[in-house]
């Protein structure tokens, strides 16, 4: 069980940044995939950065050269940089962990979300 909590949203003119972060249970050493999704009202959730181990980072199109994830270890805490904000950045933002101990035991861990509110 991994246990996850977001802070850092909050409201934000157009143009400003915030940065997200994400408090896990245990080392990240431990977690295969980091990531942060966003929903939106009446959209579909979306993924918007994610860290695999080993191999990278991924970003959804539309934050790309944007938003950055990155990670302390020491603290075992994700992070979102989130610059450049639009009002379609507005959703609530889930961090999400994703562990694998074996090749068909995989675990899947949620945090319960953080408003980031973009005004124009």
């Given at each position: ?43 579909q959730r979306e993924l918007v950065a994610s860290i ?45 962990a994703v562990t694998a101990k074996s090749w068909n ?16």
């Amino acid at each position: 069980q991994v246990q996850l909590v977001e802070s850092g949203g909050g409201l934000v003119q157009a143009g400003g940044s915030l940065r997200l972060s994400c408090a896990m249970s245990k080392s990240l050493s431990s977690i295969n995939v980091m990531g942060w999704y966003r929903q939106a009202p009446g959209k579909q959730r979306e993924l918007v950065a994610s860290i695999t181990s080993g191999i990278g980072e991924n970003y959804a199109d539309s934050v790309k050269g944007r938003f950055t994830i990155s990670t302390d270890n020491a603290k075992n805490t994700v992070y979102l940089q989130m610059n450049t904000l639009k009002p379609e950045d507005t959703a609530v933002y889930y961090c999400n962990a994703v562990t694998a101990k074996s090749w068909n035991l995989k675990y899947d861990f949620w945090g319960q979300g953080t408003q980031v509110t973009v005004s124009s």
